[in-house]
C-alpha cells in the first residue's frame, strides 16, 4: 500500500525568507510524486512532479522540490517566501506498480503562513 | 478552457435525502476519480473510472455511487445522505498514465443536517 506522510500541520515563515514543506512517502515501486497547492475556497492546482531523472524539480511559483530516495522524502522548497504563497500545500504519490487503480494518495495537508 | 466543472459548488442537504453532485472534463481524460476533503485527513478516494463504461471502488465508497457512461460526464451520487458525508467533494481528471498529474475541479462544499 502507498502512503504518504506530511510531518507539520502548519508552516511559518516571514516573507523573504526560504521555506521548506515537508513530504515522506511509502511505496512498493518505484514512486511517482507531486505537489499541489490549494488556495480558500478553490481547488487543488498541481505545482509539480517528479518521475523520473533529476532529483531537484523545479515547477510553478518559483517552487521546487527534491526528491531522496534513501530518505523517501520529497520536500518542498521555495528560496524566497512571498504572502501570497500563504496557502495549503498537499504532498501525493501514486506507485508505479499502481498500473490498475492508479490512484493518487494524497497526505493531510501542510498549511503555510508567509508573514509580511 | 474550463478543464473540469463541478456543479454545485453548495449544497445543504437533510439527512435521508438524495443528489447527484455532477462532474465534466473537456480534456479527452480517460481517467476520472472523485475525492473527499475532511479536516486533517487529506483527500481520499471515494471511486474512479479508467473509461467510458468503467467504475471501481476507492477507499471510501459507502454512501455513494457513481456512473461514466461517456467520457465527459462521471456524477457522482449521495443514495441517502448522512451527517458523516459532510465535506467537500472534488472531481480530478487525467490522462490516466501512472506519472500524469490530475486536474481538479473547483470543490462541492456540501453539509448534511
Known amino acids: 500500500a502507498q502512503s504518504v506522510a506530511q510531518p507539520e500541520d502548519q508552516v511559518n515563515v516571514a516573507e523573504g525568507n526560504p521555506l521548506t514543506v515537508k513530504c515522506t512517502y511509502s511505496?512498493?515501486?518505484?514512486?511517482?510524486l507531486f505537489w499541489y497547492v490549494q488556495y480558500p475556497n478553490r481547488g487543488l492546482q498541481f505545482l509539480l512532479k517528479?518521475?523520473?531523472?533529476?532529483?531537484l524539480v523545479k515547477g510553478s511559483y518559483g517552487f521546487e522540490a527534491e526528491f531522496n530516495k534513501s530518505q523517501t522524502s520529497f520536500h518542498l522548497k521555495k528560496p524566497s517566501a512571498l504572502v501570497s504563497d500563504s496557502a495549503l500545500y498537499f504532498c501525493?504519490?501514486?506507485?508505479?506498480?499502481?498500473?490498475?487503480?492508479?490512484?493518487?494518495?494524497f497526505g493531510s495537508g501542510t498549511r503555510l503562513q508567509v508573514q509580511p | 478552457n474550463a478543464g473540469v466543472t463541478q456543479t454545485p459548488k453548495f449544497q445543504v442537504l437533510k439527512t435521508g435525502q438524495s443528489m447527484t453532485l455532477q462532474c465534466a472534463q473537456d480534456?479527452?481524460?480517460?481517467?476520472m476519480s472523485w475525492y473527499r476533503q475532511d479536516p486533517g485527513m487529506g483527500l481520499r478516494l471515494i471511486h474512479y473510472?479508467?473509461?467510458?463504461?468503467?467504475?471501481d471502488q476507492g477507499e471510501v465508497p459507502n454512501g455513494y455511487n457513481v456512473s461514466r457512461s461517456t467520457t465527459e460526464d462521471f456524477p457522482l451520487r449521495l443514495l441517502s445522505a448522512a451527517p458523516s458525508q459532510t465535506s467537500v467533494y472534488f472531481c480530478?481528471?487525467?490522462?490516466?498514465?501512472?506519472?500524469?498529474?490530475?486536474?481538479f475541479g473547483q470543490g462541492t462544499r456540501l453539509t448534511v443536517v
Open positions: 480530478a481528471s487525467s490522462l490516466g498514465r501512472v506519472n500524469t498529474e490530475a486536474f
Open positions: 511505496v512498493s515501486g518505484n514512486p511517482y
Open positions: 517528479y518521475i523520473t531523472g533529476d532529483n
Open positions: 501525493a504519490v501514486r506507485d508505479e506498480m499502481d498500473t490498475g487503480r492508479r490512484a493518487l494518495t
Open positions: 480534456m479527452n481524460h480517460e481517467y
Open positions: 473510472s479508467v473509461g467510458a463504461g468503467i467504475t
